[in-house]
């Protein structure tokens, strides 16, 4: 690592600065820290303290010349002074005072083209374990030339006083774009890291590079084909990418370029609730010597890990390196996307399990980013619970979500790609009536598209959402392919779609004002979202 003058003021502040420890180095200084325990399969298990999942409402962004006009303002991005945000780093650097500091070079972005290097210091070694894990490996010789563009601070011991550092309460996770700092205090979940560096390049690379940062998965097939999958939780993303007939190119964060697709990361930062063998092997084998399990809790009497276990939290996580799973593209990097799949588990039961969009409507969907929750618990609530996240990942969009929409238009002209809406939801009727869409449908529908068998069937046209929906498929029945047709009721049909599309159109009204009329034109026709 190259100097930086404030690694430099930290390293010299602290008692002890281990830089660019190996993975076995950090896991016995975490021992030793008693910062976490030995899992049977070799992975550290640790406990990130109060927090065991991220805090948008304690996320900010310094306000200042470069992001007043070009920052997408509000719940998301909510704005802090560059005085506050001075204030705040000279106190982080002061807390680190007579402390053991872990410093780390890596960077992101896997096409060499956008790579950007990052400085990461922490408090503890499994924060920088998850740092290795996550971000990019420098070689050796790559590290000892270094000099990092941006820096990941993280002090979760330190608190910051809310009424005088202008934050919320005691922890915060800061971006300052001028500076090229991201501050993080008061927390030790791992995750405000690399989602941290996932907004930076959700701001840099479509203003400054012309490229489409994306919150999906990707793979290459045998024939060198590149295929996006964007989803989010509960959609089937990581099940669906993880073909034995595909390399994984990443599973979260990506990159679309002129010439290629890349990921940004190095590594998976995986739920595993009730993970289990038979259901996700490729995340189960990974949870290995280097690995990072957090918040999980042992059977009694052993270091076997109770994956049902939620003491803890529901979102316990493990974290390791993209090396640890078979199948793989090395270099992280394939070519410009062929297909595109917009997965949503739609518990309504109104979305076709499969439809091919317009560049008008791919945007519109991709600003909507939807799925649907299963009815709740709560007495009385019977309905499926519509979710939107706009581009399929909200909480890390410093830029307005139609910027990226366009994006995806422009680029989706240029090359030509397919863009399909994958309903791996419900069909024959909503949650509670229908049944959840086969899993061996799905895979075949998506493995249609991708082998081009999708390209010359006839199409029909949805009458509400104008989707495009394949009359017929290899290897799936053709009455499930229109979801009008496998409900008993037709009529109840027509009336969920009209109010589903209603819930589309409430929602969209958040994003009308920034959307171009190609997009505004995809909506779906419908009077009232009751």
Known sequence: MKNHPIIDRIINNSSEAFINLTPDELIEHALNNNEGELADTGALAADTGEFTGRSPKDKFVVRDEITTDTVWWGDINQPIAPEKFDTLLEKVINHYTGKRIYVRDAYACADPTYRMNIGVVTESAYQNLFANNLFLRPTDEEAAEQTPEWLVVAAP????????????????TIVNFSKKIILIGGSGYTGELKKGIFSVLNYTLPQDEGVLSMHCSANIGKEGDTAIFFGLSGTGKTTLSADPERQLIGDDEHGWAENSVFNFE?????????????????????????????????????????????????????????????NIAVPS????????????????????????????????HFISGYTAKVAGTEAGITDPVATFSACFGAAFLPLHPAKYAEMLGDKMRASNVNVWLVNTGWSGGPFGIGSRMSLKNTRAMITAALNGELDNVEYTTHPVFGLEMPVTCPNVPDEVLNPRNTWSDVNAYDEKANHLAGLFNENFKHFEAGANEEIKAAAPKATSAS
């Open 266 to 326: 190095g590594g998976c930062y995986a739920k595993c609730i009730d993970l289990t063998e038979e259901k996700e092997p490729q995340i189960w084998n990974a949870i290995k010597k280097g690995a990072l399990v957090e918040n999980v809790r042992f059977f009694d009497g052993t270091n076997q890990v109770d994956y049902e276990n939620t003491t803890v939290t529901e979102n316990t996580r493990v974290a390791y390196p993209i090396n640890h799973i078979d």
């Open 333 to 364: 990097v394939g070519k410009e996307p062929k297909n595109i799949f917009f997965l949503t588990a739609d518990a309504f039961g109104v979305l076709p399990p499969i439809s091919k969009l317009s560049p008008g409507q791919a945007g519109y």
């Open 157 to 172: 011991s330190f608190m910051a006083d809310a009424e005088i550092d202008g934050t919320r309460q005691h922890n915060f």
